[in-house]
């Protein structure tokens, strides 16, 4: 059977619920980029997952709609439930359409390492515009491009040092992991960092904010070999 974010759900959830530093730190950098108090206001998870950002989002007052297109990423999320001062609520729907979603009922769309795994960018930031209210925002992360490019992998220098090896940057399109145990083996479109922002641009978005943080001190703990590089790249938009 051919993976997909659907068969490997329950696994995902189980990866990110018994501790992942990776997950962990994606969500925090996406945190970074937006305010800390969400009260009244109503934002859009998009590519939810189980839920991770929409509970941490709702945690800061907001009123939250996660949608995915994986049935089972939803059973998942919404049997986890909300995060706090806030409300969560989970429809199965395509980032691409967003066809749950009225249009201009969001001030802000979160879309955490989801962008990445739409097949169409530009039907999403259209979307995503569409259902904006004034002055909305998108905060996004993605895998970083530069890095984590199709089968990007791992030498080890004379030093000894683990040294990132990438040789298809710009093989922009649809791949996946080989690797059983990757995130990756579910596929997902690889994309330059160009296409990324021109995408942006063209469907006039104003880049607000570009982040590469640097690994947590957990991230450094579980995989060392990451020190030095950045796992995700974040950026806030705003309509203009
Ligand atoms: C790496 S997971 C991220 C989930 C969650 N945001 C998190 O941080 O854990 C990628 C998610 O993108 C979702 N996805 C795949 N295709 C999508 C699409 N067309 N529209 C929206 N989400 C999509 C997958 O189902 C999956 O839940």
Redesign the pocket.
């Known amino acids: 059977m051919t993976d997909s974010?659907?068969t490997i759900a329950d696994w995902?959830v189980e990866l990110?619920r018994t501790g992942s530093a990776l997950?962990d730190f994606?969500?925090d950098i996406l945190l970074d980029l937006l305010p800390d108090r969400l009260g009244g206001c109503r934002v859009l998870?998009?590519?939810?997952?189980?839920g991770?950002?929409a509970r941490a989002v709702a945690a800061r007052g907001a009123a939250v709609l996660g949608?995915?297109?994986?049935p089972r990423?939803i059973e998942h999320a919404r049997a986890a439930g909300t995060g706090g001062a806030g409300t969560v609520v989970y429809e199965v729907d395509?980032?691409?359409v967003l066809g749950t979603v009225a249009d201009s009922s969001v001030d802000w769309v979160t879309a955490?390492?989801?962008l990445n795994?739409?097949?169409d960018l530009d039907a999403?930031l259209a979307a995503v515009r569409r259902v904006l209210a004034a002055r909305g925002s998108l905060v996004l992360t993605i895998p970083h491009p530069c890095f984590e490019a199709p089968h990007a992998g791992w030498t080890q220098a004379a030093d000894g040092a683990a040294r990132r090896v990438v040789g298809d940057y710009l093989a922009e399109g649809f791949w996946r992991s080989g690797n059983p145990e990757a995130?990756r083996r579910a596929g997902n479109h690889h994309r330059t960092l160009a296409t990324y922002l021109t995408a942006l641009l063209r469907h006039a978005f104003v880049v607000e904010a570009v982040a590469e943080p640097a690994p947590s001190a957990e991230v450094a703990a579980e995989q060392p070999r990451r020190h030095g590089l950045p796992p995700f790249l974040a950026i806030r938009a705003c309509l203009s």
């Open positions: 974010w659907d995902y990110l997950n994606n969500r998870d998009l590519g939810c997952g189980e991770i950002i949608i995915d297109p994986s990423m395509d980032g691409c955490g390492l989801s795994n739409v097949p999403a995130v």
